[in-house]
């Protein structure tokens, strides 16, 4: 049984928690409708743009990703999280050689394990040797830390 909430709909932070709930709970297209009002109605912390990055790229709507990934990058340009997930955008819209360039940078940053998997298997359908050595040594080196 689901609980019913009331929520202002003008209540961006609201809106946000709701939003969150919904994420955590696997019911995507609520949580996007939510995070979307949210992210409308006043400033909402980065894991809204975050999540709005995720929901679009399980939802395979690259240019909903990317979008929610550059609102990211502009709140906060040093964290790598919106890069790695425009790297991800662009592997959803089956563009490899930009995914391959976004991500590049990112290999010695990255500590998720998936990612830096999908790396080393994007960087050598690319032919990029050295991008592939690097992300399968630094997901040796995570490996070898657990």
Do not use: C, K
Not at 26 to 32: E, L
Not at 54 to 59: A, F, N, P, S, V
Request: aromatic residues 6%; proline residues 5%.
């Amino acid at each position: 049984m689901r609980a019913r909430i009331r929520v202002n709909a003008t209540d961006g932070r609201a809106l946000f928690v709701l939003g969150g709930i919904e994420f955590d709970h696997g019911d995507y297209a609520s949580a996007r409708e939510h995070l979307a009002r949210a992210v409308a109605e006043g400033p909402v912390p980065l894991s809204a743009w975050l999540m709005l990055g995720e929901i679009g790229l399980i939802q395979e709507d690259a240019t909903a990703a990317e979008d929610a990934y550059q609102h990211a990058l502009t709140l906060a340009p040093e964290d790598v999280r919106p890069r790695v997930g425009l790297g991800w955008a662009s592997l959803v819209g089956r563009r490899p050689a930009e995914a391959a360039a976004r991500w590049r940078p990112l290999v010695s940053l990255t500590d998720d394990p998936h990612t830096l998997e999908r790396m080393v298997d994007l960087f050598h359908a690319v032919g990029d040797a050295a991008a592939e050595s690097e992300a399968r040594a630094a997901l040796t080196r995570l490996r070898g830390h657990r």
